[in-house]
């Protein structure tokens, strides 16, 4: 699923600058919108599903990191990219980590991951922010 939605955000990108007209680009829009919306409840996901029990915290955080710390990272590299190639390039750039963040889902080593089934009250959890979070991006994009 977040290989798909990574794949998804990258031609999405891209299509941004192959296709000009307003409707193609409210309908790309609509449609990294709606991807992008998958990975807060991915990570949370493999959070759950990497640490133990008395781990959960110090996961997320570390994911956080992470997550951060990439963020970071593209927005420096997208600044340069912006000023000194073109700012059609800054969208290139976005596709490439998009296609690295998908092809990063395959380093995921399964022994890792716990497969029991979570107890009711995180599975609710889980859903209830992530509806929200589609709601909200849906109507601000």
Request: no cysteine; proline share 4%.
């Given at each position: 699923?977040?290989?798909l939605?990574?794949?998804?955000?990258?031609?999405?990108?891209?299509?941004?600058?192959?296709?000009?007209?307003?409707?193609?680009?409210?309908?790309?829009?609509?449609?990294?919108?709606?991807?992008?919306?998958?990975?807060?409840a991915?990570?949370?996901?493999?959070?759950?599903?990497?640490?133990?029990?008395n781990?959960?915290?110090?996961?997320?955080?570390?994911?956080?990191?992470?997550t951060?710390?990439?963020n970071?990272?593209?927005?420096?590299?997208?600044?340069?990219?912006?000023?000194?190639?073109?700012?059609?390039?800054?969208?290139v750039?976005?596709?490439?980590?998009?296609?690295?963040?998908?092809?990063s889902?395959?380093?995921?080593k399964?022994?890792?991951?716990?497969?029991?089934?979570?107890?009711?009250?995180?599975?609710?959890?889980?859903?209830?922010?992530?509806?929200?979070?589609?709601?909200?991006?849906?109507?601000?994009?």
């Open positions: 699923m977040t290989a939605a990574g794949i998804v955000v990258a031609f999405g990108a891209l299509s941004i600058v192959w296709l000009p007209g307003l409707a193609a680009q409210i309908a790309v829009q609509l449609v990294i919108g709606s991807a992008v919306t998958i990975f807060p991915v990570s949370s996901a493999f959070a759950l599903g990497m640490a133990e029990d781990q959960l915290s110090k996961q997320i955080a570390r994911n956080e990191v992470y951060h710390t990439g970071v990272v593209f927005a420096l590299i997208a600044g340069a990219v912006g000023t000194f190639i073109a700012l059609q390039a800054i969208l750039e976005a596709a490439v980590f998009a296609g690295g963040m998908a092809s889902v395959f380093f995921i399964k022994q890792r991951l716990r497969n029991e089934e979570l107890p009711p009250v995180f599975s609710r959890a889980l859903v209830q922010p992530t509806v929200l979070y589609v709601v909200v991006t849906l109507i601000l994009s």
